[in-house]
Nanobody, 124 residues
Framework: VQLVESGGGLAQPGGSLRLSCAAS????????MSWARQAPGKGLEWVST????????YYADSVRGRFTISRDNAKNTVYLQMNSLKPDDTALYYC??????????????????WGQGTQATVSS
């Protein structure tokens, strides 16, 4: 299993970033995928989850209405569109693969593989 995140960078408050996660080594269409983040000095925080087919999405209260998760099963890629960014969104963002096929969990403990992360920094 390999998960490779990209798309992080520096954005101003109120700006946008789009993160991508390219997956390989497993049957992507069978697994829910999630994004989680870790801010400096803090623990891993679950951000968002999308079901294997993409019909169900879930968000942490802190990002609901500002972030959108999506996936392209033909490209084995999951995305996180981040709008109306705030300084509190500054973190290392990871994508993760659900442990069990066709299950959907919204806790980081339910995921067995994570990528190396991509840094998003929100600052003026």
């Amino acid at each position: 299993v390999q998960l490779v995140e990209s798309g992080g960078g520096l954005a101003q408050p109120g700006g946008s970033l789009r993160l991508s996660c390219a997956a390989s080594g497993f049957t992507f269409t069978n697994y829910a995928m999630s994004w989680a983040r870790q801010a400096p000095g803090k623990g891993l925080e679950w951000v968002s989850t999308i079901s294997s087919g993409g019909s169900m999405t879930y968000y942490a209260d802190s990002v609901r209405g500002r972030f959108t998760i999506s996936r392209d099963n033909a490209k084995n890629t999951v995305y996180l569109q981040m709008n109306s960014l705030k300084p509190d969104d500054t973190a290392l963002y990871y994508c993760g693969k659900e442990k069990n096929a066709f299950m959907v969990r919204t806790v980081a403990a339910g995921y067995d593989y994570w990528g190396q992360g991509t840094q998003a920094t929100v600052s003026s």
